[in-house]
């Protein structure tokens, strides 16, 4: 495992921009963000692969959230843009240091380490 540290959430109005980092303390595989809300199972929202910088996004946020990594130090980043209420959420970094090829990269079993947790809220 790594510990992950997170920050850069905050209160934004609809419309607005926020950037989100995560800093591992050690290599990894993948690092990806997932969000929870209220009642419902975390939600992959995007994926970074450390070989290569392959990406992958919920179709929600396509288009509107990027993510993008650092080597050193191993940091990811998630700038969200044209945020929406809808956004609204605690958002976790997750990171994986293997990979399981029969398991999607939404599904949270895929990563060994989880960040404490930022909250964003878009709100008027």
């Known amino acids: 495992q790594v510990q992950l540290v997170e920050s850069g959430g905050g209160v934004v109005q609809p419309g607005g921009s926020l950037r989100l980092s995560c800093k591992a303390s050690?290599?990894?595989?993948?690092m990806g963000w997932f969000r929870h809300f209220p009642g419902k199972e975390r939600e992959g929202v995007a994926i970074?692969?450390?070989?290569?910088?392959?990406?992958y996004y919920a179709d929600s946020v396509k288009g509107r959230f990027t993510i993008s990594r650092e080597n050193f130090p191993n940091t990811v980043y998630l700038e969200m843009n044209s945020l929406k209420p809808e956004d609204t959420a605690m958002y976790y970094c997750?990171?994986?240091?293997?990979?399981?090829?029969?398991?999607?990269?939404?599904?949270?079993?895929?990563?060994?380490?989880w960040g404490q947790g930022t909250q964003v809220t878009v709100s008027s």
């Open positions: 997750a990171a994986a240091q293997g990979w399981r090829v029969d398991r999607s990269w939404r599904q949270t079993g895929q990563y060994n380490s």
């Open positions: 050690g290599g990894t595989y993948a």
């Open positions: 970074i692969f450390t070989s290569g910088g392959s990406t």
